[in-house]
Nanobody, 120 residues
Framework: QVQLVESGGGLVQAGGSLRLSCAAS????????MGWFRQAPGKEREFVAT???????????NYTASVKGRFTISRDIAKNTVYLQMSNLKPEDTAVYYC??????????WGQGTQVTVSS
């Protein structure tokens, strides 16, 4: 089992920045793909960003179109932590943000979520 705990959410004005953290514990593996997802009120949960293991210490990152150029996903292997740096935040970024880990075909492990609210 892998446990994921998100932190760093909060209230910020449009144009501001936040950094979310996701601390992993348990049977962690640096080869696991790690992702960030979000769910806004009344909407489906959507993919935000992922960091995917390729080989060695090389990872591939990918983002949904609406956050490209504004969000950056990164991981600190030594700390078993994944980050989501969010800049130039917009009101439409308001959502509960979830961290997830994928050891196989699907994202098997999920955190409890952290609320991000962007005021206009």
């Amino acid at each position: 089992q892998v446990q994921l705990v998100e932190s760093g959410g909060g209230l910020v004005q449009a144009g501001g920045s936040l950094r979310l953290s996701c601390a992993a514990s348990g049977r962690t593996d640096s080869r696991y793909d790690m992702g960030w997802f979000r769910q806004a009120p009344g909407k489906e949960r959507e993919f935000v960003a992922t960091t995917m293991w390729l080989s060695g210490y090389v990872y591939y990152t990918n983002y949904t179109a609406s956050v490209k150029g504004r969000f950056t996903i990164s991981r600190d292997i030594a700390k078993n932590t994944v980050y989501l740096q969010m800049s130039n935040l917009k009101p439409e970024d308001t959502a509960v943000y979830y961290c997830a880990a994928k050891g196989g075909e699907e994202y098997d492990y999920w955190g409890q979520g952290t609320q991000v609210t962007v005021s206009s």
